[in-house]
């Protein structure tokens, strides 16, 4: 069974820091793998995602993450967070299974001043 | 605009009264399911439709119906709802089934069983 695993459930950074949002997977096949961010009483938008035609995937706002297939990561990464990055942030993994998404546990950001 | 509709946003409800969960999206979309948001388990996906008339269990089915009657629609069906199902609740849809399809999602129902 394919599934992700969020490392830090809460993740706190200064505006203008380095964003690191942690996700590894497990997976027999080649994973399809996604971030997705919450924003406070919102449904979930697609960040990015992850499918084999590149391994650093560039998403909105300033996002990418780096598949990693030897140490099975696919980290989320920003240069500079933004007040507004502020949001629950979603790793997934696609078992092939009719669109299924397993999701991690998510990770909340909160960005201080 | 392509979206996810679902009503309602907020719902409060006491133990055992049956209650429907609407689902709608424009965006001709094959594939729909329900997901279930708790802290601490991310989301788990409850039922899923391939196409009109087709559905499937996924992880956590139990106390849950639905139905695939047109393929814009598709509604979660509380039963006798009980307070294990207070939970955030998510109708995603897709194009198709490919691996890397993006799916889309609702602004969610948060139900409250008392």
């Known amino acids: 069974a394919q599934s992700v695993t969020q490392l830090g459930s809460h993740v706190s950074v200064s505006e203008g820091a380095l964003v690191l949002l942690r996700c590894n997977y497990s997976?027999?096949?080649?994973?399809?793998l996604f971030w997705y961010v919450q924003y406070p009483n919102q449904g979930l938008q697609l960040l990015l995602k992850?499918?084999?035609?590149?391994?650093l995937v560039k998403g909105i706002n300033g996002f990418e993450a780096e598949f990693k297939k030897s140490e099975t990561s696919f980290h989320l990464t920003k240069p500079s967070a933004h007040m507004s990055d502020a949001a629950e942030y979603f790793c997934?993994?696609?078992?092939?299974?009719?669109?299924?998404?397993?999701f991690g546990t998510g990770t909340r950001l909160q960005v201080t001043l | 605009e392509a979206q996810v509709t679902q009503n309602p946003r907020y719902l409060i409800t006491v133990t055992g009264k049956k209650l429907t969960v609407t689902c709608s999206q424009n965006m001709n979309h094959e594939y729909m399911s329900w997901y279930r948001q708790d802290p601490g388990l991310g989301l788990r996906q409850i039922y899923y439709?391939?196409?009109?008339?087709?559905?499937d269990k996924g992880d956590v089915p139990e106390g849950y119906k639905v139905s695939r009657k047109e393929k814009r629609n598709f509604p979660l069906i509380l039963e006798s709802p009980s307070p294990n199902q207070t939970s955030l609740y998510f109708c995603?849809?897709?194009?198709?089934?490919?691996?890397?399809?993006?799916?889309?999602f609702g602004q969610g129902t948060r139900l409250t069983v008392v």
């Open positions: 439709s391939m196409n009109v008339e087709v559905t």
């Open positions: 992850y499918t084999s035609a590149a391994t």
């Open positions: 995603a849809s897709s194009l198709g089934p490919g691996v890397n399809t993006e799916a889309f």
């Open positions: 997934a993994v696609n078992t092939g299974t009719a669109s299924k998404l397993t």
């Open positions: 997976s027999s096949v080649p994973p399809y």
